[in-house]
């Protein structure tokens, strides 16, 4: 191999390193949500999110004045939800849900989610474990999705 070719294919191996940096530099950690606090909701299915890193279930809550609050909900991946008695078509929009949740610190309307019933009371899967799944931030948009770090020098 030729010193140019070398160091050509030297370059392309850094550059794909670089660019695939970005993804794992992405994963964040669980310090926004209060995990010494369970809170619950009750409310009607907005959205249902199966994909991955992580699933995504919006509730659309209504309040005692009248107006309806989005929650937003982490849970974890459709491999790990699977083992733990979960389908794509456990929750479909429309469905009245109660949720536990980790709560956010913040007091955003989103959180872990811990557990999860339908409107008879019946547990969907079995409850997540203590800890956080690990994996990437919330989708753009999402209750809760972190703004963009600032940077300082």
Known sequence: MSPFRSILAASCLAAAVAIGAGPAAAH???GHYAMDKTSEI???VSKWEWSNPHCWL???VTGADGKVVTYGFE???PGELLRRGWKRTSIKVGDQLKVAYRPM???T???LMVRTTDAAGKLIGNPMPSGPPPGAPPP???PG???PAATTQ
């Open 109 to 111: 309307p989103a959180g």
């Open 42 to 44: 009750q409310g009607v």
């Open 140 to 142: 753009a948009g999402a």
């Open 105 to 107: 610190k913040d007091g």
């Open 28 to 30: 964040h950690s669980f």
């Open 58 to 60: 919006f509730v659309d």
């Open 145 to 147: 999705a972190a703004p």
């Open 75 to 77: 849970l974890q991946s």
